[in-house]
């Protein structure tokens, strides 16, 4: 079997590394904050790697998921030394399409391939190995990491070349904030106007307004009060940044793609850095003085 690097513990690397220990690869971990590869090791019987370096030597194949692209960046030009030639580094970050094609240009020159993979499905989406993923690069490189990828993922999909998986990734959470923020601009509304927010939901959810915020996020996060932290909204201003930027590099007249991200950037200034994306909602409410229930 291939062996396995995994670089970035967060909330939802820990849930696919998780997997592909399961699937029995042998695995090496490593993250920033040491304690947490280091729990982690010990939880699935890893091997925890001090620095990026050795987490990539001897390995077949090595994921990052990390916040952004720069991170990416940034922790592979350190650890480049160790990887073996004919290694494939995978991606999984939802990265911005010019910096992943940097990065595999720079690790292409030791003949180590590329694949931008960002994933879809959240934190229980990777628990379960349900998660979609959408690829970037070569053929080749895509078909030799993916019983890999198959350890936390569903649906497959090869997009295009490098960048092409961070670019349908972007648009696709554009697309996320921009049915949040509108399921939550109706639903105040219609709390003012005396419905509640469940009879709204009903009909909705039964009707050609429903999204995958009005089917699952509100009934589960927004009509509980719950709002667990699984994706951070300042991760959700990046993507949706990244896809307001590639429709301008584009030409691209996109004005709903820039609000969804002005309005991100709002709420994260408003919320912090580790409020969950669907708390962004919250902004709506103390703006109109209401909460949805
Ligand atoms: P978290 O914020 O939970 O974790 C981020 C991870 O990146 C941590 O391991 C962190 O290390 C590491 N990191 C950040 N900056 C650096 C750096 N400069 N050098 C080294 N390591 C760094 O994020 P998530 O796990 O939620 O997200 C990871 C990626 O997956 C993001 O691109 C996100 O957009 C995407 N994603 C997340 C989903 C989710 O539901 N959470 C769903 C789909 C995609 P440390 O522990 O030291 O802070």
Redesign the pocket.
Known sequence: MQSVAFL??????RPMARRIAGAGFPLAVW???GE?AATFAREVRARHAATATDAVKDADVVVT????SA?VE??IAGALSGFASGATLLD???GDPATSRRIAERVGAKQVGFVDA???G??RGAEDGTLTVMCGGDARHLERVRPVIEAFGKKIVHCGPVGAGDAVKAMNQALLALTIWGTGEALVALAKSGVSAQVALEVINASSGRSNASMNLFPERVLTRAFPR???LA?LD??ARIAAQIARDERVPAPLTQLAADLCTLSRKALGEDADHVEAVKVIEQWAGAEIR
């Open positions: 970035g513990l967060g909330a939802i690397g993250n920033r904050t947490r998921c990390l916040s952004t991170d940034e922790v999984c970050t939802s960002p994933v879809s959240g934190v699984t994706f951070r991760l990046k993507d």
